[in-house]
């Protein structure tokens, strides 16, 4: 691992979602990448600003680095994205992985949205084992689904970005209760990762400070996993991290912004349309017991 190029990484961690976003450059030809670019959004208000996406277009003019891809993990439930902003900015090209398009059918009939099911509102679908270039540095495709269908890890020689499937070794693993998430599935993908050399760097999609640390964090790496993550370290078994996994997902709650977001990142980022009032609006699909459906 030595003699792979290694790239400049960046973290900006958004504390209103807990969500690290990445800019990533190539030091040779200054070609970068962005990974998991948030959309500010104040679900009390319905405000969308794009203060954090032009905080990276700001760090990416002062890296004197051209931004040529928007990658995301997955379609996140916890924050919207900045893809689509980020794009008209900057002509990057938005890539996720290849089954973002069982995410969209799930979701689709969710909110009553009408379009396609496929993916072709990204730009690439990245498929497990697929190549690719940022300038000079290669990227290898991990299929890493669990958390959903459609997650991807990103590696750039010693660096990987893992998206959720992984937290800091104090706070665990991704949930697995989403629509089309399986624990058996995640324990899998979170097996491939860590087999990677020890000294392989993990970056990281959130970081929640768990009791006993005062501080974010966000990098890791793949010795330090398998030596102590709470849920996943080296000698847990699969069907141990299965019911693990199962029993602490049926007491969580929902992400506070798994509706907003959902409707935004299965689409690239792109926002619902604006209606014949010059409005755009997010859904929120209600559950109505049976017994008072008539009188309300």
């Not at 900045?82 to 938005?94: C, E, F, H, S």
């Amino acid at each position: 691992m030595s003699n792979e190029k290694k790239p400049e990484i960046q973290g900006f961690f958004d504390e209103a979602t807990n969500t690290v976003s990445y800019l990533v450059v190539d030091p040779a030809t200054r070609t970068a990448a962005l990974v998991d670019p948030v959309l500010d959004f104040d679900p009390k208000s319905g405000k969308v600003s794009t203060a954090s996406a032009d905080r990276l277009l700001e760090e990416a003019a002062k890296a004197k680095a051209e931004i040529k891809w928007i990658l995301e993990t997955h379609a996140h439930a916890d924050h919207l994205s900045a893809a689509q902003y980020l794009k008209a900015k900057t002509g990057a090209k938005i890539g996720i992985g290849a089954h973002i398009d069982a995410v969209q059918k799930i979701f689709t009939p969710v909110f009553n949205q009408k379009g396609p099911t496929d993916g072709r509102e990204f730009d690439h679908l990245f498929k497990e084992g697929e190549r690719f270039n940022i300038g000079e540095l290669t990227v290898e495709v991990i299929a890493t689904p669990g958390h959903t269908p459609a997650c991807i890890s990103y590696k750039l020689g010693d660096a990987v970005f893992v998206g959720d499937t992984l937290f800091m070794p104090d706070y665990g693993t991704a949930r697995a209760d989403f629509p089309g998430g399986d624990a058996r599935t995640l324990y899998r993908s979170i097996r491939k990762l860590l087999a990677l050399p020890d000294e392989t760097r993990l970056f990281l999609c959130h970081d929640y400070k768990p009791e006993g640390r005062d501080h974010y964090v966000w990098e890791t790496t793949v010795g330090e996993q398998r030596a102590h993550n709470v849920h996943v370290h080296e000698g847990v078994s699969e069907d141990s991290f299965v019911a693990m996994r199962e029993k602490r997902d049926a007491t969580l709650a929902a992400p506070v912004l798994l509706l907003p977001s959902i409707q935004v990142n299965i689409r690239a980022g792109h926002v619902p349309p604006a209606e014949d009032n010059g409005k755009r609006y997010l859904k929120i699909p209600l559950t109505v017991p049976a017994e008072a459906d008539e009188s309300l």
